[in-house]
């Protein structure tokens, strides 16, 4: 079983900056793709980015191409998510998800795709 933790969120002005990031516990071993998917009341969740380890590839939402950055953080199997110029539609809860066991699938459209959820982190856009 795959434990995921989000930290980093908070409250920020639009054009701001903030960063997460993922820790991944467990059974991580097969674990190839992790990313993160984001839920603001009323929408359905949806992707932002997603990392294939190993291959280093990351995915972007097209929404957040060029302002967010995702990488690998100094541990195994973390995730670090960069977010540059927030704009008030970055707001939602922001979930750290793992894909499933040795699948590189590491796409953004299905949140059904992904295995594992973190409980979640709160950002705030707004002046």
Known sequence: QV???ESGGGKVQP???LTLRCAASGYTTNILCMG???QSPGKEREGVAS???GHGFPYYAAS???RFTIS?????KTLVLQMNS????DAGVYYCAAGKEANMYCGLVNPSDYASWGQGTQVTVSS
């Open 3 to 5: 434990h995921l933790t």
């Open 15 to 17: 054009g701001g900056s």
């Open 64 to 66: 957040v191409k060029g």
């Open 72 to 76: 690998q953080g100094d541990a195994n």
């Open 36 to 38: 993160w998917f984001r």
């Open 51 to 53: 990392f294939l380890f």
């Open 86 to 89: 927030l704009k008030p539609e």
